[in-house]
Nanobody, 120 residues
């Protein structure tokens, strides 16, 4: 059974940092982070292939860093210089498709989500 369990997140003031972690039951080829703010559609944040290749949504590049530990099957998202507009539920996701990794969309497996709240 596929399991993706997130941890971390929470509340921080603007300009601060938070880290999310996601423990996976399987070492998937592609893992990623998505987020959904109230009243908005879910959007891709970043993805990482098993070989370490990464991709970021434009709004997050330079502030967020995605990484993974293939031995422990753990995915990370380091978020720096956080802004109030980064407030959202953040989801860990996984998939076996290189194409879905490239476009950061349509992943098949999902965690339960972790709330990130950034105050001004």
């Amino acid at each position: 059974q596929v399991q993706l369990v997130e941890s971390g997140g929470g509340a921080v003031q603007a300009g601060g940092s938070l880290r999310l972690s996601c423990r996976a039951s399987v070492n998937y080829y592609c893992m990623g982070w998505f987020r959904q703010a109230p009243g908005k559609e879910r959007e891709g944040v970043a993805s990482i292939e098993r070989n370490g290749n990464t991709r970021y949504a434009d709004a997050m590049e330079g502030r967020f860093t995605i990484s993974r530990d293939n031995v422990k099957n753990v995915l990370y998202l380091q978020m720096n210089s956080l802004k109030p507009e980064d407030t959202a539920m953040y989801y860990c996701a996984a998939d076996g498709s290189a194409e879905r990794c490239r476009i950061i969309a349509d992943f098949n497996y999902w965690g339960q989500g972790k709330q990130v709240t950034v105050s001004s």
